[in-house]
């Protein structure tokens, strides 16, 4: 056992890092607690184990099985230390102690000296700050105070713009209302002309006036002034007349006196819709029956193929039509509904 721990440095170094220490150990506590019947065999198969799985997962208890593994070591690590430790040759002497407590001592002392200037140096560095933030401060303390004072003044200042405002907006609704005054009293005479107009022509349209009133007696007859206006109204109205829709509609565009001749009842008791017959619509129908329901008489359709069922619907809810109907070109699809509510009609 000796020899080992005088044997040379590369012969120990070798020793130590192939792990032969843990090795050994290994094996003896494999053979002391599983005592097989032959040793060499268990041994060599241990071996190989090794070499196949290498050093990495070696320890004391590899070789034992599960059940069989002790709490405590079967060898001890301080004897294998003793095999392979350092020698007593090898060991400090007093001169080398004596240096390792100097270079400690001297290593304690520069680090207590640069703990001082540390914290020499934060203190500084505090007292430093402290100003900073005093000076902060007080500059936020005149900052807010003079912020105080301008909010303050601020306030005044909108507090007047508010009062001029309002006596602004007082005097500017004073002199509205006594404008729209006037406006409304100027307006007021106006309208009492326009309504007294209004209601002659709408008495006109609605058929209260008689027919043989004169036109220049209305409140407009200024407008009249022409060559047909100024006739008798019967001959005006028989006139008119002989005149188709398309004509009869341009008329009323003319002025409005004869806007007012195209409106009487007795030219529309029969309305003719073959000379427009390429130009109207469902449309158009429709409007000129809900406008002339209570003098419609007699209606000519005929070659009106372009009209569809809302022309003909139209045509079945005006309970009003006493006459007979001009069917010739129409659709015959469509008549049922009329047929439906005008059963006592004729169609020629």
Not at 65 to 74: G, H, T, V, Y
Not at 132 to 153: D, N, P
Not at 251 to 278: E, G, P
Not at 288 to 294: E, S, Y
């Amino acid at each position: 056992m000796s020899s080992l721990r005088q044997a040379e440095a590369p012969l120990r170094q070798y020793i130590q890092q192939h792990a032969l220490p843990e090795i050994y150990e290994a094996l003896l506590c494999g053979l002391f607690v599983m005592c097989p019947e032959d040793p060499l065999t268990f041994l060599e198969k241990k071996i190989r184990e090794i070499i196949a799985n290498g050093l990495g997962s070696i320890s004391w208890d590899a070789f034992v099985d599960e059940s069989q593994r002790p709490k405590l070591k079967m060898v001890t690590e301080s004897y294998l230390e003793y095999l392979f430790g350092p020698d007593e040759g090898q060991l400090l002497s007093p001169e080398l102690f004596d240096k390792a407590y100097t270079f400690y001592s001297n290593n304690l002392q520069k680090m207590c000296f640069e703990a001082w200037l540390r914290y020499r140096f934060l203190r500084k560095t505090c007292r430093a700050e402290y100003q900073r933030k005093m000076q902060r401060a007080e500059h936020h303390f005149c900052t807010r105070k003079l912020k105080t004072i301008l909010h303050s003044w601020n306030n005044w200042v909108h507090f007047r713009k508010r009062q001029h405002t309002l006596a602004a907006m007082k005097i500017q609704k004073a002199f509205n209302e006594a404008l729209l005054k006037r406006i409304l009293k100027a307006w007021h005479v106006d309208a009492q002309d326009s309504k007294k107009t209004r209601e002659y022509f709408e008495r006109l349209e609605r058929g209260e006036l008689e027919d043989g009133t004169d036109l220049s007696s209305s409140p407009n007859s200024q407008e009249g002034q022409d060559g047909v206006s100024l006739l008798p109204q019967k001959a005006v109205l028989r006139i008119f007349s002989f005149v188709d829709l398309i004509d009869l509609a341009r008329c009323s565009q003319v002025c409005r006196s004869w806007k007012m001749i195209t409106q009487t009842s007795s030219l529309w008791s029969s309305i003719d819709f073959t000379a427009a017959r390429h130009k109207i619509n469902d449309k158009i129908v429709v409007n000129l029956l809900q406008k002339c329901r209570p003098y419609v008489i007699r209606l000519n359709l005929r070659g009106c193929s372009v009209l569809r069922w809302a022309s003909f619907k139209s045509i079945s809810l005006e309970h009003y039509v006493k006459g007979n109907f001009c069917m010739d070109g129409v659709r015959w699809r469509t008549l049922p509904v009329i047929y439906d509510k005008k059963a006592d009609m004729s169609y020629w």
